[in-house]
């Protein structure tokens, strides 16, 4: 169907809107500006209430419809920081903040749910409360545990709660989600590889840690293919592996870190015993110790099927049958929504970007023709959801 033209009206505000935070980059916790921004922005569209300062940084509005007088209340999440890269792109409103970029569309997911509390706060053609949530630390910082652990869920008697993020290469104008894991738990795992020093030209006099660690990364690898169900997604990558000081000398250790990745708890479980096991086997038959640190991140992102199915005729309303794609493969990248999905049921999708520079890359941008249809796609949710 097509995008209302109220809508479409907002666009133009929306963009500036985006492009005013894409230029003023925050990481984590540390958003105060877009902080500023947008609670200054709800203040103004005539929000019921502004509380700041939710989880550190987090901003939250509430909206209160006039059809009624439901007690309903229904979340809307965005994530407002950005992450630590150069921004690559020549643009007229590039970030003025070297080595910080909003380079995963946080700008674009801010601008879209402040357009639709605008639209929301006029009209309130709905019963019940819309409580639009936006999030600091995102990209590694749990900033979504912060604001529930900060009360968020209760103090705002939030029953559901939606989320989106956009996807590059899924056409503007298209969503797609998915019953059940939706994206993948994010863990990481560092090993400390403990042998004997000495000198590179008598290895039989030491204990080398770069080959016991280089026989722990080969291992590791077993992992996936040969200990997990093949039709059971998961990912166990080393992506450091940092030893020595000189090309003559045996060091004394070898320092690995990586990720894991999953979408089963009974999986994600095993992989952490297995890598004990693996770490511990091979430093033993090589003579050396190894110690292993598992820090468990972000739980995998699990849409609430009721909540999924709803999500889906939203968006459906949105942009037509043939745009929605309910049964989307899971995708092994994580997201901190997670935590508010383990609070309450909820559903989170992905909005087409288009074909765009991916995420996380220094050439990337949040498509500002996608816009209309996330903005609409908040507005319909919570006017169906709230309908009197």
């Given at each position: 169907?097509?995008?209302?033209?109220?809508?479409?009206?907002?666009?133009?505000?929306a963009r500036a809107w985006r492009h005013e935070i894409h230029q003023n980059p925050g990481l984590l916790y540390d958003v105060g500006d877009t902080a500023r921004?947008?609670?200054?922005?709800?203040?103004?569209?005539?929000?019921?209430?502004?509380?700041?300062?939710?989880?550190?940084?987090?901003?939250?509005?509430?909206?209160?419809?006039?059809?009624?007088?439901?007690?309903?209340?229904?979340?809307?999440?965005?994530?407002?920081?950005?992450?630590?890269?150069?921004?690559?792109?020549?643009?007229?409103?590039?970030?003025?903040?070297?080595?910080?970029?909003?380079?995963?569309?946080?700008?674009?997911?801010?601008?879209?749910?402040?357009?639709?509390?605008?639209?929301?706060?006029?009209?309130?053609?709905?019963?019940?409360?819309?409580?639009?949530?936006?999030?600091?630390?995102?990209?590694?910082?749990?900033?979504?545990?912060?604001?529930?652990?900060?009360?968020?869920?209760?103090?705002?008697?939030?029953?559901?709660?939606?989320?989106?993020?956009?996807?590059?290469?899924?056409?503007?104008?298209?969503?797609?989600?998915?019953?059940?894991?939706?994206?993948?738990?994010?863990?990481?795992?560092?090993?400390?590889?403990?042998?004997?020093?000495?000198?590179?030209?008598?290895?039989?006099?030491?204990?080398?840690?770069?080959?016991?660690?280089?026989?722990?990364?080969?291992?590791?690898?077993?992992?996936?293919?040969?200990?997990?169900?093949?039709?059971?997604?998961?990912?166990?990558?080393?992506?450091?592996?940092?030893?020595?000081?000189?090309?003559?000398?045996?060091?004394?250790?070898?320092?690995?870190?990586?990720?894991?990745?999953?979408?089963?708890?009974?999986?994600?479980?095993?992989?952490?015993?297995?890598?004990?096991?693996?770490?511990?086997?091979?430093?033993?038959?090589?003579?050396?110790?190894?110690?292993?640190?598992?820090?468990?991140?972000?739980?995998?992102?699990?849409?609430?099927?009721?909540?999924?199915?709803?999500?889906?005729?939203?968006?459906?309303?949105?942009?037509?049958?043939?745009?929605?794609?309910?049964?989307?493969?899971?995708?092994?990248?994580?997201?901190?929504?997670?935590?508010?999905?383990?609070?309450?049921?909820?559903?989170?999708?992905?909005?087409?970007?288009?074909?765009?520079?991916?995420?996380?890359?220094?050439?990337?941008?949040?498509?500002?023709?996608?816009?209309?249809?996330?903005?609409?796609?908040?507005?319909?949710?919570?006017?169906?959801?709230?309908?009197?």
């Amino acid at each position: 169907m097509p995008i209302r033209s109220a809508i479409d009206d907002l666009v133009p505000d929306a963009r500036a809107w985006r492009h005013e935070i894409h230029q003023n980059p925050g990481l984590l916790y540390d958003v105060g500006d877009t902080a500023r921004f947008v609670a200054d922005k709800l203040r103004a569209f005539g929000c019921d209430e502004v509380k700041t300062g939710i989880g550190r940084t987090g901003v939250v509005g509430v909206i209160h419809g006039a059809k009624g007088s439901s007690s309903r209340t229904i979340g809307l999440r965005a994530d407002m920081d950005a992450l630590p890269i150069e921004e690559e792109t020549n643009l007229p409103y590039r970030s003025k903040i070297p080595g910080k970029m909003h380079a995963c569309g946080h700008d674009g997911h801010t601008a879209m749910l402040l357009g639709a509390a605008r639209r929301l706060a006029e009209t309130r053609d709905f019963a019940g409360k819309a409580v639009v949530i936006f999030q600091p630390a995102e990209e590694g910082g749990a900033g979504a545990m912060a604001m529930i652990d900060d009360g968020l869920m209760d103090t705002f008697g939030v029953e559901e709660v939606y989320g989106m993020h956009n996807m590059p290469a899924l056409p503007v104008g298209a969503f797609k989600l998915r019953k059940g894991p939706l994206m993948a738990s994010a863990d990481e795992i560092t090993i400390t590889v403990e042998g004997r020093g000495g000198h590179a030209a008598m290895p039989h006099q030491g204990v080398d840690p770069l080959v016991v660690g280089a026989q722990i990364v080969t291992a590791l690898q077993t992992i996936a293919s040969r200990n997990v169900d093949p039709l059971d997604a998961c990912v166990v990558s080393v992506t450091q592996f940092h030893a020595g000081t000189a090309n003559n000398v045996i060091p004394q250790s070898a320092w690995l870190n990586g990720t894991v990745r999953t979408l089963k708890a009974a999986t994600r479980d095993f992989i952490e015993r297995r890598i004990h096991e693996i770490a511990a086997g091979l430093a033993t038959a090589g003579g050396a110790t190894a110690r292993v640190d598992y820090r468990r991140g972000y739980p995998t992102t699990v849409n609430h099927a009721a909540e999924t199915e709803f999500a889906a005729r939203v968006a459906r309303k949105v942009a037509g049958h043939a745009h929605v794609d309910d049964d989307a493969a899971p995708v092994m990248g994580a997201e901190d929504f997670s935590f508010m999905l383990e609070a309450r049921p909820g559903a989170f999708i992905f909005l087409g970007n288009g074909d765009t520079a991916k995420l996380h890359h220094p050439a990337y941008d949040f498509n500002d023709d996608a816009l209309a249809y996330g903005m609409s796609y908040w507005v319909e949710l919570v006017e169906t959801a709230l309908a009197p």
